[in-house]
């Protein structure tokens, strides 16, 4: 009976492992699909680096 128990505890954590990994994999399917639409829709203004005021903010903020 106790191998019973330890199966099934077993069995639990793998499903849950696993509805984890298909929920995960379908939110970034989903956000993806949604990243690409913005893309397409935005003119693109330049090619290269461009210094805007997000990458200035990271850059304040990761300074050691």
């Known amino acids: 009976m106790r191998t019973q128990s ?10 849950a492992g696993a509805g984890g ?3 995960a994999a379908a939110l970034v399917a989903t956000q993806g699909s949604k990243r690409s639409e913005k893309r ?8 290269g680096y461009q ?3 997000h990458i200035r903010n990271y850059y304040r903020t990761a300074k050691v």
């Open 40 to 47: 397409a829709a935005a003119p693109e203004t330049g090619k």
């Open 21 to 23: 990994v298909t929920t």
């Open 51 to 53: 210094l805007t005021a």
């Open 6 to 15: 330890r199966l099934s505890r077993r069995n639990f954590l793998l499903a």
